[in-house]
């Protein structure tokens, strides 16, 4: 009468509608020393649980390590940013010096000759842009001109 039973439960089991107690129960049987003949295939899976369920996890780290680690770790990062501030600040301080001294000539002659090269170059770069200002006109009234000619022939308004 009770292997009908485990067996009921087996099948309730291995289709995950088992409760706990249930499962409590079917696990009591299988470590039991009375289980039936034909159902010893199945000792080895709930004696498994058993046994998994005794063993326990002992920590080996202490957990103390873990705060000294965090000290060191926040020093570090403290010490990162400050070297990164002191190189910013010599390095942005180095850029302001040098573009203090940008554009100042002692002969004039040579300041007149610097003034006309960058105004010449400045003019061939402005007479670039114009042209292009030019085709994009071009292009423009071309555009116009074909679809007022296709709305004409459509018909439309």
């Not at 873990?66 to 770790?73: C, E, H, L, S």
């Amino acid at each position: 009468m009770e292997s009908v039973k485990i067996e009921n439960l087996l099948e309730k089991y291995f289709q995950g509608e088992t409760s706990i107690a249930e499962e409590n129960e079917l696990r009591n049987y299988f470590s039991s020393l009375d289980v039936a003949q034909h159902l010893e295939q199945y000792k080895p899976i709930f004696g498994y649980f058993s046994l998994a369920a005794a063993h326990q996890f002992t920590p080996k780290i202490p957990p103390q390590s873990k705060k000294r680690n965090v000290a060191w770790i926040s020093i570090a990062a403290s010490v990162v940013v400050l070297l990164g501030i002191g190189t910013y600040a010599y390095y942005s301080a180095d850029v302001v010096n040098k573009s203090q001294d940008l554009g100042t000539y002692d002969d004039p002659e040579e300041a007149f000759r610097a003034t006309q090269k960058a105004l010449s170059l400045l003019s061939d770069n402005v007479n670039v842009g114009i042209e292009s200002v030019q085709y994009i006109q071009e292009y423009q009234t071309t555009k116009d001109k074909i679809f007022i000619n296709a709305k004409k022939q459509s018909g439309g308004s």
